[in-house]
């Protein structure tokens, strides 16, 4: 084992200013009225309509909800394109690459010799938000989105979830897909 | 009888004032303030749900919750403890905070339909001996509700409430002995009748007495630096461990009306009471002589107890911060800051103020 031992300055020797004491009560004062101020002040602004600028950083969560960063891993949703369907084509790599096995899909083929999957099944009790799918998906069909929210259930049954419930339209997931093209295709880090 | 009605009915309302401002007004809202206050300085939001028809007022009806569910909370006496001294002990912590207010000025003299109105319960000539005599009987309320309890937490809490009282008594008494020997009286309302003049003001010259003094009333208050009675982290609530209910409530009230105590001491004695800087209540009554004398009494006494309150509340707000700003002291520093500093250094104060008085650099007012 490595001895690098990093010395620390512990000693606790006031100097005279600190040890006179009332100089350094008004400064740790001065620190909290400062605090005090700054978040009286944004409060008071942002009842009268402005722009919030406090530095508490709670958030009243049912009411306010956090912003999730773009790299976030929320539940596993299907793309659909212009005309709402889905872009997956029943390939089945996302169901190998899975390593919960959660996601089952049938195929088949339409009339123009498209395939696409007659059902495709995610459980989502199963699913560990890995994103191994939408890095296995060459058609960026299915994607981690955002949604955080509604994900646990009581009733395991509520949380397998069809075809219907997944899709979301490519609109509202382009930023992800913009970072997995960064991730996956352009850079080629990984 | 009817000779002495009128005084009669003066004192009640006095009393009634003291009592509605003290219990009604700044205990509810010193618990509201420690609360949102301390949220607010640490960039948190602090209690904020309870609401009425949706109307939440940044949490005022906390206090009002508080209090209907603490009256209805079972008021539990433990096993073995010593069930009336357990039950009049908060009430020995209490009644003395409220007492000290009976001598505090809370405005001037004023001539009310040919009454002669002065604003304080009792004008008495010794009013500060009164103030350090009546303070220390709390400390038998801390000191029994610790040894009643049957409780080693409150034992402990009750112990150090005792032996740091004790010490912050004898220094309270000398660092107010210079402010004595300035103003030349015991009685508070010539000490604020004497601060009429800007620069008698006692911060004026007594800046460090005031500092020593303000230390030693928190001290005396168990409030945080000086809270080791209470010492949440090792004693879990000390001496009032084993309370519960509106007995806890009285402990609570008893803390936040002696922050007003404090305040108001610290403003008869050093901030001028209720006089304006530069503005004597003779200017004012002058002023506003047109609408006669006794409105202009009444407003001039309106006047003086509003800024008298504003003084207190910035000295209460003062003393929160220190609250909210400051780590608790260990024991034994707290034993070494008021044997070893403030005791000598309020009689070195005591020094420097006779010998500037006799050489002349200190007008007595």
Redesign the interface.
Known sequence: MATTVKKVNRSVDLTLWEKMYIPEILRGMSITLKHFAVNLLGNALEVFGGRRERKIQTLYYPEELPNVPIAYRGRPVLVADENGLEKCVACGLCEVACPANCISIIGAERGDGERYPVSYILDGSRCIFCGLCEEACPKEAIVMSGEWQDICEYDRAKMIYTKEDLLRSEKSLKKRIKVLREKYFNKGRY | MSAYLPDLIETMVKIAIVLGMNIGFFAPMLAWVERK?SA??????GANRADIFGFTVIGLFHSLADAIKLIFKEDFIPRGADKLLHTIAPLIAMIPALVTFAVIPFGGHYVLWGHDVNLVIADLDVGILFVLAISSIATYGVVLAGWASNNNWSLLGGLRAAAQMFSYEVTMGLTIIGLVMYYQSLSLVEIVAKQENFFHWGIIWHWPAF?LFLACAVAENKRVPFDIPEAESELVAGYFTEYSGMKFVIFWTAEFIEVVTISALCVVMFFGGHQIPFISVQDIVNYLMDFGPNVANLVAAVIGFTVFIVKVVVLIFIQM??R???PRFRYDQIMKLGWKMILPLSLVWILIVGVLILAGIMPTP
Request: net charge neutral.
């Open positions: 206050q607010v300085m640490q960039d948190r939001i500092i911060t220190i909210w700003t400051l």
